[in-house]
């Protein structure tokens, strides 16, 4: 327990807005340990759009980065120290587990809040104003519309009516009403008052889903623009639900709608999954002229004033966001850097310049210099695909909302300077690390769901390297010499294991055989010769001569995939124990591929695997998808101890020693990792450490504990007591 845990409840919801009051708010926030405490609303509502200063700033900015936030105060704090490290800041906290680095992937110091609640994926966001509240409107395909208060954080109302998911979003205005009006694979275009929640009225007409939406105003007529899978788009007067035109032209869905004016011309541009980008005069449905240029769908299109040009910036499956013209169709520039589908557009201005705001399927949203075509910076944090992305001003701050596949929909300040931090991280879940030491440097070594290899320094948290070459996921890493290189060994879901030579990043060899993805991939030797051990979806475990790449056997009786393996000695023999998706661990013989035993008392499928000493005598650990591990003597196949605690998955399992104490810990879905006492099978005081993220690779190396969170790996140091 930190001292601020027992102060009285009154301290704990009401110090930090004295503190404000008294200018001391940033003296307050710098202690991670109150802010732990504190009552979570409060922090919230106090840190929000306050202006902190010195390390109140990154502890504010680790703090509104939490999706979501533990009910246990000790666990809020173990989630704002590692957010630290990814952050890049000093982490000064009184817990034994030290988070001493980490990768910045997850995070941006630009964000402000997280909005939580939708159940599924959020598809859509707009943002209008309810008297002086700034509001975000987000569609999700949990067929609902969530209104949320932006300045406190709050969620007033759920509109519900829609049979089928929620695809697009936009607001306006009828008379005084702040109105949505919202899109759904239902076929149906909703209007709702924002203002009470009521439902105005349902428009049919479009005769497949409808993906997009746009209001503007034609005289004092408000309406929607919609666009649909049926390859028009309509448009609709709000007041009276009178259907006014049908565009027509495209010749695929029309995935994108945005209004604007050419001088005194009412117009909407559209874009399509025919690849073009379409503008039409609104008052006469006179089809204007068509945008070409990109290869794939058009996703996204955004207006604005560039000077004296009005530009269309439009975003597309090609993995880039193009600037247009609208008086005469030019192309003005093309803004590259994103690796994935550019999903949303939206534009907005920071000072004096104008920007685009980008979403994309990398889990990132980018902000963009539209005169020069300038990258201004990555907004990171997002654990899934950016759909969605809306531009407004609280008071005189720029603000994004953007909606994820993640289920939240995130708040950033678009105005606090350029890059905070460069931080280096994986661009997909990290699934694998191992550890070892380059000459006198200890490194970590990453496999990750973005087909790549990385490498850090252990000590500093420095990327020192990318490995590229897998074709898919890397599920596996492992660490071994052959002769004097030192090398690491990965297995991909391209069904391949390949050798990198950990010092130069050469490519050494690729080793094929495996007729399903290469789930686990261990490292040992037999007398002189290095080999490696894998397992894979083919329900196989092959052993590998790591000189010649020469496959010398096949050790079969698993029944399902085979998700883990580790090496170890069962007094002269060597042995290899596997986990398995059918709910076994097995021992083998590594010199001459004889069955052991088969280690079978879980009951879901074996996840991870660990090998070590309790005293004498070899044991393993398994992790299950059963939420337990369990402890096994090696030497007779007894069960020794089962370690429960974990609600979900048992996903990754490292042993390692803590004093004179054998110690394992496992990582889990349920976003901790545990550790346990070998002997007495009792899980540490000081235990379980809450992450970010959920936990799926763990490695133990040099007295440090290198966890796999989401897209980041975080170094923690046993510090005591």
């Known amino acids: 327990m930190t001292r601020w845990e027992g102060a009285p409840p009154y301290v704990l919801r009401h110090l930090l807005a004295h503190g404000a009051d008294a200018g001391r708010l940033s003296d307050l926030v710098a202690d991670v340990d109150l802010v732990a405490a504190y009552d979570p609303g409060n922090v919230k509502t106090a840190i929000r759009w306050a202006r902190l200063d010195g390390p109140a700033a990154a502890v504010g900015a680790a703090y509104r980065s939490l999706r979501a936030i533990p009910e246990d105060a000790r666990a809020r704090g173990q989630v704002i120290a590692a957010n630290l490290a990814r952050l890049g800041h000093a982490v000064p906290t009184t817990t034994p587990w030290r988070a001493l680095w980490g990768s910045g992937g997850g995070l941006s110091e630009r964000a402000v809040d997280t909005l939580t609640g939708h159940t599924n994926l959020v598809s859509a966001v707009a943002w209008t104003r309810i008297g002086d509240h700034p509001v975000a409107v987000t569609g999700s395909w949990d067929r609902t519309v969530r209104v949320w208060d932006l300045s406190t954080g709050e969620h007033p109302s759920t509109l519900t009516g829609h049979t089928n998911l929620v695809t697009a979003v936009s607001c306006t205005r009828i008379g005084d009403h702040?109105?949505?009006?919202?899109?759904?694979?239902?076929?149906?275009?909703?209007?709702?008052?924002?203002?009470?929640?009521?439902?105005?009225?349902?428009?049919?007409?479009h005769t497949d889903t409808v993906s997009a939406v746009s209001c503007t105003r034609i005289g004092n007529r408000p309406v929607a623009v919609t666009?649909?899978?049926?390859?028009?788009?309509?448009?609709?007067?709000?007041?009276?639900?009178e259907y006014l035109s049908t565009l027509t032209g495209h010749t695929d869905t029309v995935s994108a709608v945005s209004c604007t004016r050419i001088g005194n011309r009412l117009v909407a541009v559209t874009g399509s999954e025919d690849d073009?980008?379409?503008?039409?005069?609104?008052?006469?449905?006179?089809?204007?002229?068509?945008?070409?240029?990109?290869?794939?769908t058009v996703t996204a299109v955004s207006c604005a004033r560039m000077?004296?040009?009005?530009?269309?910036?439009?975003?597309?499956?090609?993995?880039?966001?193009?600037?247009?013209?609208?008086?005469?169709?030019?192309?003005?520039?093309?803004?590259t850097g994103h690796?994935?589908?550019v999903t949303a557009v939206s534009c907005t201005r920071i000072g004096n310049r104008q920007v685009a705001v980008t979403g994309s399927g990398d889990h990132t949203a980018r902000v963009w210099d539209l005169r020069t075509g300038e990258h201004l910076v990555t907004l990171t944090g997002h654990t899934n695909l950016v759909s969605a992305v809306?531009?407004?001003?609280?008071?005189?701050?720029?603000v994004a909302v953007t909606g994820s596949w993640d289920q939240t929909a995130r708040v950033w300040d678009l105005s606090t300077g350029e890059h905070l931090s460069t931080r280096t991280a994986h661009e997909?879940?990290?699934?694998?690390?191992?550890?070892?030491?380059?000459?006198?440097r200890p490194v970590a070594v990453t496999g990750s769901e973005d087909d790549t290899v990385r490498v850090w320094d252990l000590r500093?948290?420095?990327?020192?390297?990318?490995?590229?070459?897998?074709?898919?996921?890397?599920?596996?890493?492992?660490?071994?010499?052959?002769?004097?290189?030192?090398?690491?060994?990965?297995?991909?879901?391209?069904h391949t294991a390949r050798v990198w030579d950990l010092r130069t990043g050469e490519h050494l060899s690729t080793l094929t055989a495996h007729e399903g993805t290469v789930e686990a991939v261990a490292c040992t030797r037999i007398g002189d010769r290095p080999v490696a051990v894998t397992g894979s979806g083919d329900d196989t475990v092959r052993v590998w001569d790591l000189r010649t790449g020469e496959h010398l056997g096949t050790l079969t009786g698993h029944t399902n995939l085979v998700s883990a393996v580790s090496c170890t000695r069962i007094g002269n023999r060597l042995v290899a124990v596997t986990g398995s998706w059918d709910h076994t661990a097995r021992v083998w013989d590594l010199r001459t591929g004889e069955h052991l035993s088969t280690l079978s008392d879980h009951t879901n499928l074996v996840s991870a695997v660990s090998c070590t000493r309790i005293g004498n005598r070899p044991v393993a650990v398994t992790g299950s998808e059963d939420h337990t591990a369990r402890v096994w003597d090696l030497r007779t196949g007894e069960h020794l101890s089962t370690l429960t605690g974990h609600t979900d998955t048992v996903t990754a399992v490292a042993c390692t020693r803590i004093g004179n104490r054998p110690v394992a810990v496992t990582g889990s879905e349920d976003h901790t990792a545990r550790v346990w006492d070998l002997i007495t099978g009792a899980e540490d005081d000081e235990s379980p450490l809450t992450m970010p993220d959920p936990v799926r690779a763990l490695a133990a190396y040099d007295g440090l504990l290198i966890v796999g969170t989401g897209v980041d790996i975080i170094a923690y140091a046993w510090t005591g007591p």
Do not use: M, Q
């Open 178 to 205: 702040p109105v949505a009006v919202t899109g759904s694979e239902d076929r149906t275009v909703r209007v709702w008052d924002l203002s009470t929640g009521e439902h105005l009225s349902t428009f049919t007409g």
């Open 227 to 241: 666009g649909s899978e049926d390859h028009t788009a309509r448009v609709w007067d709000l007041r009276t639900g």
């Open 276 to 296: 073009t980008v379409r503008v039409w005069d609104l008052r006469t449905g006179e089809h204007l002229g068509t945008l070409t240029g990109h290869t794939d």
């Open 307 to 335: 000077g004296n040009r009005l530009v269309a910036v439009t975003g597309s499956e090609d993995r880039t966001a193009r600037v247009w013209d609208l008086a005469t169709g030019e192309h003005l520039s093309t803004l």
């Open 339 to 341: 690796k994935g589908t």
């Open 390 to 398: 809306a531009c407004t001003r609280i008071g005189n701050r720029p």
């Open 428 to 440: 997909g879940t990290v699934e694998a690390v191992a550890c070892t030491r380059i000459d006198t």
């Open 460 to 494: 500093t948290g420095e990327h020192l390297g990318t490995l590229t070459g897998h074709t898919n996921l890397v599920s596996a890493v492992a660490c071994t010499r052959i002769g004097n290189r030192l090398v690491a060994v990965t297995g991909s879901w391209d």
